[in-house]
C-alpha cells in the first residue's frame, strides 16, 4: 500500500495557527478556526478566519491517508441511539466499472461498518431541529459561524444590502437549529461521513463554495483526487463535489470519503450510467436505487439529483443554442425520450427520500436544464425546470430530508437577479447553490472570471454556496493549480458577497489587511491575504531584499511617488492642531471658488 | 539607434484579418475592423469585432518603431485650417530628469514639428461637435461602434438593462457628433497625435479599456514600456496611459506616442515633480504650465488633473484607514498643506483649459481623493471631491474642452451604484472612467479579479472606461504577461457590461462561440476567444492530437458524458415529429404528476 498512499499538502499557512473554540451546550466539540498572527508592531490581536482545510494544516495531527481522518462525529451519532451499525451492501465489480488487476485502484484499507436509521427513523439534522433538538453539529456550526463576530458588534456598524436576508449579529446555536427546521439551510452530514467537520450552507450564513474534483474515462487518478481534495480544502473549499466517471468510482470515493474534512457531494448518475456500460437507456430504478445505497453507506454527504428534468420539458431545449449542457441532464432526458416516460428520478422521488432520511444524505436538486449559453438564459426550459425542483423540495421536506436547489450556468449580469428572485420564490428559501454564472461565453480560458463576476453577484443577492469554475472550464481537466486558481477566485467572489450583504464580522479582514497596507507591513499584507505566497512572490520579484519588506514604498511608485508615504506627513500635519479650523476657513473664503456664474 | 529599436509583437491573431470599412461623408477614411474567419462547416460569415491593435497585426503594414507609426489624421487637421506648425518648447534637461550619457534614454529619431490652433481657436472635437460639424473622427468612430450592428438588427431583439443610457441600433455619425456636442462623449484625439486611430468614450458607446503602463524609479525602460503599449492594445487596450516616473519621462513618452494606433494619457503632475527633484512643496503652477506644454507638443491626448483635491478637503482624509492613495492626489494634497493654500491646479484651471483647447487634449479630471480601501468608500472626502469635478466640467466645457471624471478604487457591491448615480448627477452626464473599483481588499495577487468584478457592474451601470487592475495591483511593476491578464480580465468585465446595457451587436461573438462549442468546432471556439492562445493550449494539455480538435467530446467528460453529444441525438429525436405532442400530452397527464396534496 505505501507506495500507493498519496502525498497531499500538509502544514499551516504563514504566520497562522489552527485554534479550537470549544462548546457550551455540548462541551466534548471543538470547533477549529485560523488565527493569523500580525507583526508586533500593529499592535493588534490575531486575525480569525474560517478554516475548512481540517487536520492538514495542524503540525501537531498525524496525518495517515491510508488510516483516513479521526472519526470525530462517531460519538455524537452513536449518543443519538437512532441508528445500527450493519453489514451493509457488498461491493460489485460494477462499482468500479469492473476494473481488475493493476487496472483496479486498492480499496480504502480501513473498512468501517455503516450505519443507518433504525425502523424507518428519520436521522436528519432537519428532523431534530424540527423536533427542538440543538445537536452538536447544530452548535459547532453557529461557533463555527461566529468568527469575531463579538468584536464586530463593536467595530463595525452593520451595512450592506441583503435583498432580505436576516443575517443576525450574533449566531446561537438555536437559530442554526431555527434555520435548519425553516429548510433555509442545510447542514450536510452524513452519518457515514463521521470524519467531516460540520458547516452550513445557507443565505443567512458566511457564502460557502464549493470545489468540482474527480477523474474522467480519458484522465486522473486517485492520487490525484485525493491531492486535489486536500489541496481545495486548504485553499478554502467549504465542500467538495467528486464528478469521477470512468473505471474505479467506487474505490476512489472511498479514499476520498475517508480523508475529506468537509463534506462530499456526487451525481450517482454518473456511477450507475457507468454500471450500464453508458447506455442511457439502459438505467433503470432499480440500477439507481443501488447506486444511492451503496455511496450513502459510503458517507456521501450530498447527492445531485436531476429528477427535475421531466419529459414534457424536453421539447423547450430543442430550438437552444446549446442545448441541454448538464451531463446528468442530458442523460435524463435521452432516456425519457428513449422510452417516452416520465424520468424514473422524478416518479421515485419519494423512495429516494426514504433513503436519504435514513443516513441523512442532504439533496442537491440539480438543475438539468440550466443554460450552457448567454442565449439559453432564463428560457422556458430552465424556469419550468425550476419550478419542478420546487415541487420536489416540499416532497423532501415532508420527509424532514436537507435540501438545496441548483442554479445555472450562463446568464448576463442582467438576468441574474431573476434567477435568484424566482428560486426564494418557487422553492420556499431552500438555499440555491449556482455554477457561476458566467456572465460571457467569449472568454474560455478565463471562464473563473467571466464566472467569478457573476457568482458574487448571485451571492449578493442571496446563493448560500458557489461552485466554482476553473481556467479549465469548457477545454480540460483541472490540475492543481487550477483547481487553486478557481477556489481562490470564488473565495473572492463569496467574500465579495457577505461584505456587500453587511455581514457583520466580513469586514474584519478587509481592514485589517488595509491597516497592514497603510502601515507598510508587508508580511502582514502578504499573511491576511488570500494566497500569501502568490502574494509574496509577485512582490519579490520586483523588490526581492529582506530589507524590502519594511520599505515604506514598493516598485510600483518608487520612494518619491508613493501616496501612501505622503499619507502619513499629512496625517503627522494633521495632529497639530487646528487643521480642521483652517479647513473651516478655507470652506468660507469665497475667493477660491470658482463661481459658474463667473464663467463665460 | 537599430540596437536599441525595441522589438514589438507583430502579426494577426488565429483565423483573423484586419480589415477595412471606408467613410461616406469622408470617403478618405479607412476604419478598421479584425474579421475572424470560421470553419466552412459552419456556414456562417466571418464575425466582425473591434480592433484597436493598429497596423501591427496587419502582415501589409511596415512597421519601423524607430519611424512610427502612419500620420493618419494629418491630413485632416491641415484641412480644417485652424492650427499652425510652429518650433515648440525647447527640450530642457531636467525633461529626462538630468538623465546623461548612458542614463539618458536616447529620443526619438523623427521629430515632426508640433501643432497648435491659431488665435486661441478651440480646435477640441467638442468645439466642432457644437458649430454642427460632422468630423472625420466622428464619422471614423461611428461606422468603428458599427459593428456587425446591422447584422445585429435582424438577429437580436434589444433586451438588457441600460440605467438610461441610450444606445441606438445604429450609430450615425451625427449621433456621434451629438454625443460630443453633449458632453457625454470624448473623443480624445491631440492633434500631435495623429497617428492615432479615433474612437470614443461615452455610455451610449461600447464600454471601453485603458491599461496602464510605465516606468518608476525602480524598474523598467524605454523598450519594456513600447513593448507593453503594443501588446496591450493587441489584446484590446482601447487607450494607454504612460505612468512613467523617475528618470527619461519625456524621451519614453516620445517612443510611446510616436507609435501608438490608440489615445494616450498621462498625469503631467509626475513629470512635474520630477523636474522639481521629488519635493512636492517645491511644485509650482510655472513648472506645471511648463509641463502641459511640453505634453501637449508632444501629442499626449487626456491629462489626469487632479485639481478637484481642495485644501480644505484634506481634513475629511486624515481618519481614513487608508489616507490619500493617489499619488497625485497625496501630492497635491501635501503642497496645499504646505502652503495652507488653495490647489495651484484649481486656482489655474481656466488656464489648464486654454492650453487643453489649443491641442484637443482631453481632461481625465483625477480623483486623488479615491478610497483606497473597503473601509474608506463613498466617504465624505471622495464625494466632496466628485462635486468639485462637477464644477470643473462645466467650466471646461464652457472652453470647448473633452472631459471625463476619474471613479473609484476600492468599493463593495452594495456601494457600486451610488458611485455611478452621483457622477452622473453631478458631472453632466461626462463619461466616468473608473479604476476597477476592487470589490474586497482581501486578495492582493488577484485584484484583477477582485476588480473585473467592480469594473463589470460600474461597466453595466453606466461606467464609459475602466482602466484595468493587474495581478501586481498594490505588490508591484506588471510585466508582459500580468498586462496580458488585465486586459483580458477588463475585455470581459467590458463584454459583460455591453451584454447587460443590451448592446444591440454585443451577444453576436456570444452566440458564435456557443454555436461553435455546441458542434464541436474547437478551432472556432479558440479563435473566436478573447485569448485564443490561452484557450488552445489548455486544450492541448489534456487532448493534445490535432484528431481531438475535431472530436466530439472533451476530456472534461470524456465520450460518453458528453452533454452536448446527447443533446444532438434529442435534437435528432426531434426532427421525428411529433416530440411536441407528445409534449402537450405529458402535461395532460396527471397520474405522473406527483401533486403536493397526495403527500403526508
Redesign the interface.
Known amino acids: 500500500m505505501k507506495d500507493l498512499t498519496p502525498a497531499v499538502t500538509t502544514g499551516p499557512l504563514p504566520a497562522s495557527r489552527r485554534v479550537w473554540h470549544k462548546g457550551l451546550l455540548h462541551p466534548e466539540i471543538r470547533v477549529p478556526m485560523r488565527e493569523i498572527d500580525l507583526h508586533p508592531t500593529a499592535g493588534e490581536p490575531p486575525v480569525t478566519v474560517y478554516d475548512s482545510s481540517g487536520p492538514y494544516t495542524d503540525p501537531a495531527a498525524e496525518v495517515a491517508i491510508d488510516r483516513g481522518l479521526p472519526r470525530l462525529r462517531a460519538d455524537w451519532i452513536a449518543a443519538r441511539a437512532d441508528t445500527e451499525s450493519y453489514d451493509g451492501r457488498d461491493p460489485k465489480p460494477e462499482d468500479n466499472g469492473f476494473a481488475e488487476g493493476t487496472r483496479l485502484t486498492p480499496g480504502f484499507p480501513v473498512r468501517n461498518r455503516p450505519r443507518r436509521a433504525t425502523e424507518g427513523r428519520a436521522v436528519t439534522q432537519m428532523a431534530y431541529a424540527r423536533a427542538g433538538i440543538v445537536t452538536p453539529e447544530m452548535e459547532f456550526v453557529a461557533i463555527r459561524e461566529n468568527l469575531g463576530r463579538a468584536a464586530a458588534k463593536e467595530a463595525l456598524s452593520r451595512?450592506?444590502?441583503g435583498f432580505g436576508a436576516e443575517i443576525p449579529d450574533f449566531i446561537t446555536p438555536d437559530f442554526v437549529r431555527d434555520e435548519v427546521a425553516r429548510g433555509r439551510a442545510i447542514i450536510p452530514s452524513n452519518i457515514n461521513h463521521p470524519e467531516a467537520e460540520p458547516m452550513a450552507i445557507g443565505r443567512n450564513f458566511l457564502v460557502k463554495i464549493n470545489a468540482n474534483i474527480g477523474n474522467?474515462?480519458?484522465?486522473s487518478s486517485m492520487a490525484e483526487e485525493v491531492q486535489k481534495m486536500v489541496w481545495a480544502t486548504r485553499w478554502g473549499a467549504d465542500t467538495v463535489m467528486d464528478l469521477s466517471?470512468?473505471r474505479n468510482i467506487h474505490n476512489i470515493r472511498d479514499w476520498i470519503i475517508r480523508n475529506s474534512p468537509v463534506p462530499i457531494g456526487t451525481v450517482p448518475l454518473?456511477q450507475a450510467?457507468e454500471k450500464v456500460g453508458?447506455v442511457?437507456e439502459d438505467l433503470s430504478w432499480e440500477v439507481f436505487r443501488d447506486t444511492l445505497i451503496e455511496q450513502a453507506e459510503q458517507g456521501v454527504d450530498y447527492f445531485t439529483i436531476h429528477a427535475g428534468v421531466?419529459?414534457?420539458?424536453?421539447?423547450?431545449?430543442?430550438d437552444r443554442?446549446?442545448?441541454?449542457?448538464?451531463?446528468g441532464?442530458?442523460?435524463m432526458?435521452?432516456w425519457c425520450?428513449h422510452h417516452?416516460r416520465?424520468s424514473f428520478l422524478?416518479?421515485h422521488?419519494?423512495e429516494i427520500c426514504d433513503i436519504a432520511r435514513a443516513y441523512d444524505v442532504s439533496f442537491s436538486l440539480g438543475d438539468g436544464l440550466r443554460p450552457?449559453?448567454?442565449?439559453d438564459a432564463n428560457d422556458a426550459a430552465q424556469f419550468a425546470e425550476l419550478e419542478t425542483l420546487g415541487?420536489l423540495t416540499?416532497?423532501a421536506w415532508?420527509k424532514d430530508c436537507q435540501v438545496m436547489i441548483e442554479g445555472p450556468g450562463h446568464v448576463?449580469?442582467?438576468k441574474i437577479k431573476e434567477n435568484m428572485d424566482k428560486q426564494l420564490r418557487d422553492c420556499g428559501q431552500a438555499p440555491f447553490y449556482t455554477l457561476g454564472p458566467l456572465?460571457?461565453?467569449?472568454?474560455?480560458?478565463?471562464d473563473?472570471?467571466?464566472s467569478?463576476?457573476g457568482a458574487?453577484?448571485i451571492g449578493?443577492f442571496g446563493t448560500a454556496m458557489l461552485c466554482y469554475v476553473t481556467?479549465?472550464?469548457?477545454?480540460?481537466?483541472p490540475?492543481r493549480d487550477d483547481v487553486k486558481t478557481g477556489v481562490?477566485?470564488y473565495?473572492?467572489?463569496a467574500?465579495?458577497?457577505d461584505?456587500?450583504?453587511?455581514h457583520p464580522a466580513a469586514?474584519i479582514?478587509?481592514?485589517a489587511?488595509?491597516?497592514a497596507?497603510?502601515e507598510f507591513r508587508w508580511e502582514d499584507?502578504?499573511n491576511?491575504?488570500?494566497?500569501p505566497e502568490?502574494?509574496r512572490s509577485?512582490?519579490d520579484?520586483?523588490?526581492p531584499k529582506e530589507a524590502h519588506k519594511v520599505a515604506h514604498f514598493?516598485?510600483?511608485?518608487?520612494?518619491?511617488?508613493?501616496?501612501?508615504r505622503?499619507?502619513?506627513?499629512?496625517?503627522a500635519?494633521?495632529q497639530k492642531d487646528g487643521?480642521?479650523r483652517?479647513?473651516?476657513k478655507?470652506?468660507e473664503r469665497g475667493d477660491?471658488y470658482?463661481a459658474?456664474d463667473d464663467?463665460?
Chains 1, 2 share one sequence.
Open positions: 451595512g450592506g444590502e474522467s474515462a480519458v484522465t466517471t470512468g454518473y450510467l453508458g442511457a421531466r419529459l414534457h420539458m424536453i421539447p423547450m431545449t430543442v443554442v446549446t442545448g441541454i449542457v448538464s451531463r441532464g442530458s442523460i432526458a435521452k425520450l417516452h416520465e422524478y416518479e422521488f419519494d450552457g449559453s448567454i442565449a415541487e416540499q416532497i415532508a448576463p449580469m442582467h456572465t460571457t461565453d467569449i472568454a474560455p480560458g478565463y473563473h472570471i467571466t467569478g463576476i458574487a453577484m449578493w481556467p479549465k472550464e469548457h477545454l480540460g481537466l490540475d481562490i477566485t473565495k473572492i467572489a467574500h465579495a458577497a461584505l456587500a450583504k453587511g469586514q479582514r478587509d481592514d489587511l488595509s491597516r497596507r497603510f499584507q502578504f491576511l491575504s488570500l494566497d502568490t502574494a509577485m512582490h520579484e520586483t523588490l514598493c516598485s510600483m511608485c518608487g520612494p518619491k511617488f508613493c501616496s501612501m505622503i499619507s502619513h506627513d499629512i496625517r500635519e494633521a487643521l480642521a483652517m479647513a473651516e478655507f470652506r477660491l470658482i459658474l464663467k463665460p
